[in-house]
């Protein structure tokens, strides 16, 4: 069975600095990878995915992942926080071969943006 | 736009009760899921639907059962409720990828 690891639980940043969500899965076959953001109280939010083609991603929120293969990795970045991004981010995959229609998600990692 | 609505939002029961939570989608998805998420522990997936009249088990399916019996509205059920089941429920929908999320609803077993 797939899995996704986020490696940090929390990440606490300073307002207008950069920031990497690192976010690591074990399929070893074609995958899809997503990232998602969960404001308190609040469902779920798509930022950006990856599918096929680039490997550079771009997203909402000026937030972006690069797919990288032979890492089995897919990390997101923002160059420069603001407070409204501190929030709770997930990374999920689906594998197409074990049927795309179901994601796996990690654990999240609450990013807090400190002024 | 409503998407995807999640009824009750909120929710206390006492052990051993029933409760069915429904979710309702007006995207004209196919697929829809219901996920379970714990602190620490991510979004865990109870089962899901890849279409009206069917559905399967995901990684946590015990002592939750499911119907879609229509396309729109995917029901989640407890037949016996259990302190364990205390969780924030999710309920999604999907044209084939990208899922789409309710809002939630919190469910307290006492």
């Known amino acids: 069975a797939q899995s996704v690891t986020q490696l940090d639980s929390q990440v606490p940043v300073f307002e207008e600095a950069p920031v990497e969500l690192r976010c690591n899965y074990s399929?070893?076959?074609?995958?899809?990878l997503f990232w998602y953001v969960q404001y308190p109280n609040q469902g779920l939010q798509l930022l950006l995915k990856?599918?096929?083609?680039?490997?550079l991603v771009k997203g909402i929120n000026g937030f972006e992942a690069e797919f990288n293969k032979s890492q089995t990795s897919f990390h997101l970045r923002k160059p420069s926080v603001h407070i409204s991004d501190t929030a709770e981010y997930f990374c999920?995959?689906?594998?197409?071969?074990?049927?795309?229609?179901?994601?796996?998600f990690g654990k999240g990692t609450k990013l807090t943006v400190n002024p | 736009n409503a998407g995807v609505t999640q009824t009750p939002k909120f929710r206390v029961l006492k052990t051993g009760q029933s409760m069915t939570l429904l979710c309702a989608q007006d995207?004209?998805?196919?697929?829809m899921y219901w996920y379970r998420q714990d602190p620490g522990m991510g979004l865990r997936l109870i089962h899901y639907?890849?279409?009206?009249?069917?559905?399967a088990k995901g990684e946590v399916p015990d002592g939750y059962n499911v119907s879609r019996l229509k396309k729109q509205n995917f029901l989640l059920g407890l037949e016996s409720a259990a302190p364990s089941q205390t969780s924030v429920y999710f309920c999604?929908?999907?044209?084939?990828?990208?899922?789409?999320f309710g809002e939630g609803s919190r469910l307290t077993v006492l």
């Open positions: 999920a995959v689906s594998d197409l071969e074990g049927g795309s229609e179901k994601l796996v």
């Open positions: 639907s890849v279409g009206e009249g069917t559905t």
């Open positions: 995207m004209n998805h196919e697929y």
């Open positions: 990856y599918l096929s083609g680039s490997t």
């Open positions: 399929s070893s076959v074609s995958v899809y």
């Open positions: 999604a929908s999907s044209p084939r990828t990208s899922l789409f």
